[in-house]
């Protein structure tokens, strides 16, 4: 094998120089006057390199680094320093700038001494450090704008946990300030309400004893404040490094609190004034029934028995007197039959035996008028209601069958009546189209659905509106029954 001689070596370091990317400047000791370039440097600096032999570090370094560069310079003379570096800003042929780590170093190998300089490029760096910067900045923004306490919590693999950080907004959420909070954690603690503790502390056992390290909705008492605040503590876990981390953020919802119990309390005033005014309404029917049956009935009664009298006691041969009379008497008849008719749709008196009978005879009349087949069932012949649930039941049913017959398109109905063990369940199912799209829009369907849920929710029960298990519809209203009913 032939030895590598010195003509091999300046090859390969011209052909390494040459493929570089970092930039590499040699200059006379003495005038500064640059001697060689390495393509990186030409490149970064945009001048060939016959421009650059012209030229002096100093013509493309920025004019506030060149004190510095000349100070160095003077220590590389004069000895005091054999290397050195310097961070300096550099100066392209179209005027922008860019940032580079440059090392000088002075060589006196050849015939005269000079300066090489071995630059980076650190624009990349520089931008990421700066993009870091932001964002950081930014992220301090935020989290002081954000309307509750940011944290972090951190467990590591030995087991120990702490706060890792806590933002400043932990002063105005909870009177505690961020460094107090963070040296000992449990202070949040000690802030619950003696109501809200177990089901913190439920959820503290779960989480492994780590303070602050799940969700959590509760109550916290500001004694200095006299105040009791609504917190809502939401987290994300994610592994790290050092250990488990927990990115939490809590919020003071006490006025969301506040006005969902509002929003409960105005829907229970309004649940009990439509059970007040379905009671009002029901004891106004039976009034005017029993108005329209004892008194209308009565005087219609004594007309027709006047009537009778009357036809019995004309004249001989009086054919018109008696077609008139004759004529009276079915006018009569008629208005008896629509004042019993009437009556009854105020308030059936079926209902007085009992809510199966009233719902058989109601579906009986369902069938007669629609022509739809119709089909009930009942665990007992006999369930006793109070008033007020029985009229319920009933004036739903009716508004279920009365639904079917205007939407449903169905040729059959079937009805089920059910005594469970702490419930009456009703259910109402067809096999017409099915609930349209769009059935929850203010029509006159919605609004008899709407009552029907308020019949529900006045004495305590639900009402369910789905498709049925095939096709149709299907009504289901469950009611809690009192001792007494069961």
Known sequence: MRSFKAADEDALLKAILQESATEVLVFDAETLRIIQ???????????????????TPLDFLAPEDGRAFNTL?????????????????????????????ARLFCSSDHDRPVFICIANDVSQREASRQALAHSASDLRAIVAHIPGMA????????????????????????GIKAPALRANPERFFKLIMEEDKADYLAHLAAADGVH?????????????????????????????ADGLIWDGIMLNVTKSRLAEAEIRRSRAQLAALAAHVDSVR????????????????GNLTAIKIGLSWLMRHLPPGELNLYKRTAYLDNVANQTIDATHRIASSLRPPVLDFGIVSAIEWQLEHFGHNTDIACEFSTTDQDIPLSPDIAIA???????????????AHATRVKVALAR???????????????????????NGHSFGLLGMSERAAALGGELAV?????????????IPLPDAAK
């Not at 029901?282 to 009935?297: K, N």
Request: hydrophobic content about 35%.
């Open 393 to 407: 039941v009933f004036r739903i049913a009716q508004e279920a069958l009365t639904n079917v017959a205007k939407h």
């Open 37 to 55: 370039a390495n393509p990186a440097a030409t490149g970064n600096l945009q001048h060939p390199l016959k421009a650059l032999q012209k030229l």
């Open 466 to 478: 789905l498709p049925a298990k095939r096709h149709g519809t299907q009504v289901s209203l469950r």
């Open 212 to 240: 602050m390290s799940f969700n959590w909705e509760g109550r916290i008492w500001m004694k200095a404040w006299k105040d009791v605040k609504w917190v809502n503590i939401r987290v994300s876990q994610r592994a790290a």
């Open 151 to 174: 944290y972090q919590v951190l467990r590591t693999p030995d087991g120990s946990t702490s706060l890792r950080y806590v933002s400043e907004q932990s002063a105005q959420l909870l």
């Open 420 to 442: 469970q063990a702490d419930s009456l369940l009703l259910t109402v199912s067809d096999n017409g189209r099915g609930i349209q799209p769009g059935h929850s829009e203010n």
């Open 73 to 101: 310079i003077t220590l590389l003379r004069t000895g005091k320093r054999r290397r050195t570096a310097l961070n300096v800003q550099c100066r392209r042929s179209d005027g922008t700038r860019y940032p580079v780590e």
């Open 282 to 297: 029901e004891q106004e029917r039976l009034h005017l029934a029993r108005e329209v049956h004892d008194d209308l009935g």
